[in-house]
């Protein structure tokens, strides 16, 4: 029987040597104790000076390092075992069936958690009374990491003096060095300090009852943990009252966002219709607008409604929104307001079979009354969420001239409000090269009460689809 002797717990090295001479000499592993002392022994009773002429997969001392950290005390002895039969099994560490290196992957995954846990649950507090500002903080991690974990520690608080206590090892950091000393005991570690108060308020305020999931959070967070924790004291009351703080949120009315968020939002979601992605045919924006999410008027709306005609199109007509015709028919103009502007088309003498027509927005927005569904003039943002398929269509259509058929359309197309009755009548030039003509939506005539004031209006407007066609040469 051979006994191997290593310096510490986590001595790598020493394994690495005594394991490597013991394979050399073909000392097999039933036949090795190991064990560890606080003093270094000369192996040369257990290992012979002779050399070890071979060679070990990279992933195996890897895995090793990892290991030789974990409490099981028959770490060593494990990876021994593998060790020697690397001999004849150079394959062993890429087998995922093979209970050695099942065991091996295991303790390695542990060992990596409790890593992963000590940087997550660490909490220094102000020392009192020390010369120079200095923090201390204790924890017991699940297995032996501390020494492995501290130049994390090192570069995240490089400009800090601090000390981390554990019964293994404490380690130190005084601007310039790592110090590693022996293990302590809890109640050398500082008591509450002034800044836990502040600590606790903080996770207070961050914690949201809407996400809670207890086993998760207890699986993140183990128990064993709190008691080092200072918000650990509110995780009780933050649980019994998640439910009722999650409803109030719910029953809260929504916060308006700042004009500076709402014109980022805006401008992002208008430069967004130019990126990647759009549309090429008109069949492809008819099958997204059915999909379409980039507002919420198609909660309510039975379809989406795009838009329809010839391309290239000598003349595109841009209205308002679908309404409860459109949207129950699934194509643009064809309720009171389309026969007004079929009717208004005749007069111009512009055939509708040889233009494009559609609308600002592709869903129906509405109030129930009773049985009946009301229009609602849709919002800047929802006009501006909806530019994705108008500009696809223009891309499509490729218009010689636009008309915009009231304010929301000009909005729409303009990309800013835009007076009707100061800009009827005149050709605008649009970025795009083509040109735009301002005037009335065809559901304006029909709400003008007075008679001789509609039939004004009905001829102005029969006045700007004949400039439109004559611009676009019909």
């Not at 990126?275 to 997204?288: D, H, I, R, S």
């Amino acid at each position: 029987m051979r006994v191997a002797r290593l310096a510490c717990e986590i001595d790598f090295a020493g394994w690495r040597s005594a394991a490597r001479a013991l394979r050399a000499e073909g000392v097999e592993p039933r036949a090795v104790v190991w064990t560890v002392e606080r003093e270094l022994f000369d192996l040369a009773e257990t290992a012979p000076a002779a050399p070890a002429n071979f060679t070990v997969p990279a992933a195996f001392l890897e895995l090793a390092e990892q290991v030789i950290l974990h409490r099981a005390p028959d770490r060593f002895a494990l990876l021994y075992r593998i060790l020697w039969r690397l001999k004849r099994e150079p394959r062993l560490v890429e087998n995922p069936a093979d209970a050695d290196m099942a065991r091996a992957r295991d303790m390695a995954k542990a060992v990596s958690r409790a890593a992963h846990k000590m940087k997550a649950f660490v909490r220094f507090r102000l020392i009192e009374g020390a010369a120079t500002e200095t923090y201390a903080a204790w924890f017991e991690p699940a297995h032996r990491v501390t020494e492995a974990v501290a130049p994390f520690f090192v570069r995240r608080f490089t400009a800090m003096d601090w000390t981390i206590l554990t019964p293994d090892a404490c380690v130190a950091w005084d601007g310039e060095r790592l110090l590693v000393s022996e293990g302590a005991d809890p109640a050398d570690a500082p008591s509450e300090d002034a800044q836990e108060e502040l600590w606790r308020t903080y996770y207070a305020s961050i914690f949201n009852p809407a996400r809670l999931n207890p086993k998760q959070m207890r699986q993140e967070m183990p128990k064993r943990y709190w008691r080092n924790l200072p918000e650990a004291a509110l995780i009780p009351e933050l649980i019994a009252t998640a439910q009722d703080r999650a409803a109030a949120m719910v029953a809260a009315p929504p916060r308006q966002p700042s004009d500076r968020v709402l014109k980022a939002a805006l401008r992002h979601s208008r430069d967004a219709s130019f990126g990647q992605g759009a549309p090429t045919t008109l069949e492809e924006v008819e099958a997204g607008v059915q999909f379409c999410r980039r507002c919420e008027l198609w909660r309510d709306a039975t379809q989406g409604v795009p838009g329809e005609g010839t391309r290239p199109a000598p003349v595109m007509f841009v209205g308002e929104q679908p309404g409860d015709q459109e949207d129950l028919a699934g194509r643009p103009f064809v309720g009171p307001a389309g026969q007004v502007f079929d009717r208004a088309l005749a007069e111009a003498g512009v055939p509708r079979d040889q233009t494009f027509v559609t609308n600002a927005v592709k869903h129906f927005k509405h109030e129930v009354r009773g049985k009946r569904r009301l229009h609602k003039t849709p919002d800047r943002g929802e006009v501006t969420a909806c530019r994705w398929w108008l500009d696809a269509e223009r891309r499509i259509a490729r218009p010689r001239v636009i008309v915009m058929l009231g304010a929301t359309a000009a909005l729409a197309v303009i990309g800013k409000p835009t007076p009707i009755t100061a800009n009827r009548g005149k050709a605008l030039r649009l970025p795009d090269q083509a040109q735009g003509v301002v005037t009335y939506h065809p559901s304006f005539l029909l709400r003008v009460p007075d008679a001789e004031a509609k039939a004004k209006a009905h001829a102005e407007f029969v006045e700007d689809l004949r400039m439109a066609a004559e611009l676009a040469g019909l």
